[in-house]
């Protein structure tokens, strides 16, 4: 079992920046894990926002965020980020991140963990 818990949502006005984090135990965070952020705002139904392979060798970006996100992650204190810059009001929605051994790492169906998610609004 790997447990999530991710931190660092709030409200910020367009153009500015948020970093979230994504803290994991349990299970070796850096043992094969592949982890992604995913978003779902009102009334819309989640979407992938950005990966990492385990080794972080490997990044992967929606379009609508690419240029402005980025995610890094930090095996040794068993954290994956999501920083985000230049948001936008469309950037608004619950953001969770997640863990898979699968291979297909931008597909949500692949993730095995969850974590329970943190606000992000962006105001006009």
């Known amino acids: 079992q790997v447990q999530l818990v991710e931190s660092g949502g709030g409200l910020v006005q367009a153009g500015g920046s948020l970093r979230l984090s994504c803290a994991a135990s349990?299970?070796?965070?850096?043992?094969?894990?592949?982890m992604g952020w995913f978003r779902q705002a009102p009334g819309k139904e989640r979407e992938f926002v950005a990966a990492?392979?385990?080794?972080?060798?490997?990044?992967y970006y929606a379009d609508s965020v690419k240029g402005r996100f980025t995610i890094p992650r930090d095996n040794a204190k068993n954290t994956v980020y999501l920083q985000m810059n230049s948001l936008k009001p469309e950037d608004t929605a619950v953001y969770y991140c997640?863990?898979?051994?699968?291979?297909?790492?931008?597909?949500?169906?692949?993730?095995?963990?969850w974590g329970q998610g943190t606000q992000v609004t962006v105001s006009s």
């Open positions: 990492i392979t385990w080794s972080g060798g490997s990044t």
């Open positions: 997640a863990a898979t051994r699968r291979v297909a790492i931008t597909a949500l169906a692949e993730y095995d963990y």
């Open positions: 349990g299970r070796t965070f850096s043992n094969y894990y592949a």
